[in-house]
């Protein structure tokens, strides 16, 4: 018997073609299809939208089934996956991908569980997806990470095997994470440390933002390949700009304008966290375009310097706090006060354009793709910058 498309699960449970093609639109966005070279023609359309590409792929696949591993970790990524702000997009990764193995996720456990992954592994040998979430352990054999008398070396051999691509959620699969942080006893390690022969991609974050790690597989989905990545492996859609290049509080920091402690004068009026030891200006992710929970906030918007968390050996790279030296700010970045006002101004317009989108986002699926607030804000940025030059 054919096995039925992911289009025809989605419209067996009610899903309208109106309400599927805004579900293909937002699908689009989250992949950042808006920044991925021209596509091949689909049928007559010679030159097909993002959100057509999506549907063409979605009305001819079947569920794309995924292998979810966890090593040492905190489980904080699959935490944010459950709760992530896109309803849509996580319940069609966790319910009509589908998730085929999660230990923590899944009703069976013990032995039940072990069975449904090694059935899932056979029947859909070199096609299923493995998200790794936690470092592997190399100390004594991988004996710091047993799950069913196995050691986490021999479970993501065993499933990387089979899997047609393998994505690393979180920092601590990416890069090691706080299990490698010296002295990392352990002798923990990234998967792509390990697994030289399959495709790898890298979602680092503590947690990984849970709509890029939703976005990524949806590109597997949909493109049959794993997004092009930086020298990291971290996907281009989501890795492309550092926290600093779309901050809200960009305009003081050009200013010249820091808070010297989180109590000042400073602090209260929202000037850079750079000097409180902020590493937006070093970090890449997605966190000022996407934000969390629904695109309210993220921390250094909540009064929180960035902590790096989405580059390697963060938790050894200096102290979160330490302060930066306001001397490392070339000259020509300062500006008069004239410009701190413009600044401030800018980061009320960036500020309305956020919630400009979240209120989009209310009214339908089809809301604001990240490409397009990235845009956006890079080019009212772009705008302050020549204004403050």
């Known amino acids: 018997m054919k096995e039925k498309t992911i289009y025809e699960h989605l419209r067996d449970k009610g899903l309208s073609r109106r309400d599927f093609m805004k579900l293909c639109g937002t699908i689009a966005g989250m992949m950042g299809l808006e ?68 230990e923590t996720l899944m009703a069976a456990a013990g032995f039940q569980a072990e069975k449904a992954k090694e059935e899932c592994m056979k029947k859909y040998w070199g ?31 065993e499933a990387a095997a089979g899997a047609a691509a393998i994505i690393a959620t979180g920092n601590c699969a990416s890069f090691g994470g706080l299990p490698a942080a010296q002295p990392n006893p352990t002798r923990a390690v990234g998967v792509a440390d390990l697994i030289k022969d399959k495709p790898v991609v890298n979602i680092p974050g503590c947690p990984a933002i849970p709509e890029v790690t939703t976005g990524t597989i949806l ?63 070093t970090t890449y992710n997605a966190c000022a375009a996407l934000k969390w929970e629904r695109g309210l906030s993220y921390p250094v918007q909540s009064g929180h310097p960035c902590l790096g968390c989405s580059e390697p050996h963060f938790w050894d790279g200096g102290g979160f706090y330490e302060g930066q030296s306001a001397a490392l700010i070339p000259p020509e970045s300062r500006t008069t006060a004239v410009a701190a006002g413009v600044g401030v101004a800018l980061g009320a317009a960036l500020a309305g354009i956020n919630a400009a989108r ?32």
Not at 236 to 246: A, G, K, Q, V
Not at 363 to 384: M, R, W
Request: charged letters at 25%.
């Open 219 to 281: 590109y597997f989905l949909v493109m049959g390949e794993l997004p092009k990545t930086d020298h990291l492996r971290r996907p281009l859609p989501f890795y492309s700009h550092t926290i600093h290049d779309h901050c809200l509080r960009r305009p003081f920091y050009e200013a010249g304008k820091f808070a010297e402690s989180f109590d000042d004068e400073g602090a209260r009026k929202g000037y850079c966290l750079y000097k409180l030891g902020c590493k937006g200006p």
């Open 35 to 102: 920044l991925a070279p021209p596509v091949k023609a689909l049928g007559n359309l010679a030159h097909p939208t993002p959100a057509e590409v999506v549907a063409q792929a979605l009305t001819t696949k079947p569920k794309l089934p995924i292998i979810w591993l966890e090593f040492q970790d905190c489980a904080g990524c699959s935490e944010a996956i459950s709760r992530s702000s896109s309803p849509s997009l996580s319940n069609l990764v966790l319910n009509d991908i589908a998730i085929e193995y999660h």
């Open 358 to 389: 979240k209120s989009r986002a209310k009214k339908t699926l089809g809301s604001a793709s990240l490409g397009q607030v990235a845009g956006s804000e890079t080019a009212a940025t772009d705008l302050g910058n020549k204004k403050e030059g």
């Open 127 to 157: 096609k299923y997806v493995l998200v790794v979430e936690g470092s592997p352990a190399l100390g004594d054999d991988g004996i710091y990470c047993v799950v069913a008398g196995k050691s986490n070396l021999d479970l993501l051999k």
